[in-house]
């Protein structure tokens, strides 16, 4: 019997606008309410989550930056994977050389060197994408995303002598050549792992994975493998989708993990994840 729904958010439980449509909002409160624990398993950070949930007043376990962060229903934080300063430097070092910019996810939010780059790049990729003025780009982002930063950084050493647990690193550039060279680069630092995001890297510490945090989870609160759907699009939810038989993936997922997926539901853009969802607790019954 299920008794755990597990999803990742960009791709899958939120819409075509990068939103948590009402549809989504009303089955994870309506399986809390029958019973079912319901987790988000997202890449994204604590705040950039906590401003989607916020609206619905929606308050569930949240698995967080790829797998470095567990906080509970009370926003208290259960379980951390971070990335220590000799690594921080080194990768910085690499990513910098190839002009990288570079923003962090970290216990005291977040960091970024050269904040305007970043943000204007996702303007630029946003303005192309959907087809808007550079106006509503900047206004799309400011909505559906999270880019207030903390803190600049100006010199590594000075911010990493006094630095917060830093649980995610991203970097972008310009061109797959630069890419493809920092991915070979960073094979050379022990135990984290590179996920490549279009013209861009995430980083986190090797153990930092969705499916060895909701392993964490699970053992936790007492619940089989087999207890669990988990629903994915990308390859950061790979590792949920070989250890848990029942993995969804929609139509718009990555080629890779519909193959490992034991389903494939409708697009994202059809609130599928929130339809399959409704339709499990509809044949399970209230728990």
């Not at 958010?9 to 079912?36: M, P, R």
């Not at 890297?201 to 089989?224: C, H, P, R, S």
Request: glycine share 4%; proline share 1%; with cysteine.
């Amino acid at each position: 019997m299920i008794r755990c729904f597990v999803s990742d958010l960009d791709g899958t439980l939120l819409n075509d606008c990068d939103s948590l449509a009402f549809e989504s909002a009303a089955v994870i409160q309506q399986s809390i309410q029958k019973g079912y624990e319901f987790i988000i398993a997202s890449g994204r950070s604590r705040q950039s989550v906590e401003k989607l949930l916020k609206p619905y007043d929606i308050h569930c376990l949240r698995i967080l930056c790829n797998g470095a962060l567990i906080v509970d229903a009370d926003d208290h934080i259960l379980y951390t994977r971070a990335i220590d300063e000799v690594r921080i430097k080194a990768m910085a070092s690499i990513l910098e050389q190839l002009h990288f910019d570079i923003q962090l996810y970290t216990s005291k939010g977040h960091a970024a060197r050269n904040s305007q780059a970043i943000f204007q790049r996702f303007v630029e990729i946003t303005e192309k994408k959907r087809k808007l003025t550079e106006k509503q780009a900047q206004d799309y982002i400011k909505e559906h995303f999270y880019f207030e930063y903390q803190e600049h950084i100006t010199d590594w050493n000075s911010y990493l002598s006094d630095a917060p647990f830093i649980y995610k690193l991203e970097a972008y550039c310009d061109d797959e050549e630069s890419l493809h060279q920092a991915v070979e680069e960073l094979k050379k630092i022990d135990d984290i792992d590179v996920n490549i995001v279009h013209l861009g890297v995430e980083i986190t510490d090797i153990q930092a994975q969705k499916g060895i945090a909701l392993d964490w989870l699970m053992q936790k609160m007492k619940f089989t493998n087999e207890e669990a759907a988990v629903f994915g699009d990308g390859m950061n939810d790979r590792m949920m989708f070989e250890r848990y038989p029942y993995s969804f993936a929609p139509q718009n997922a990555s080629t890779d993990i519909k193959k490992l997926a034991a389903h494939i539901i409708g697009s994202h853009k059809d609130q599928s994840v929130a339809k399959t969802i409704r339709q499990m607790i509809e044949l399970q019954g209230e728990l």
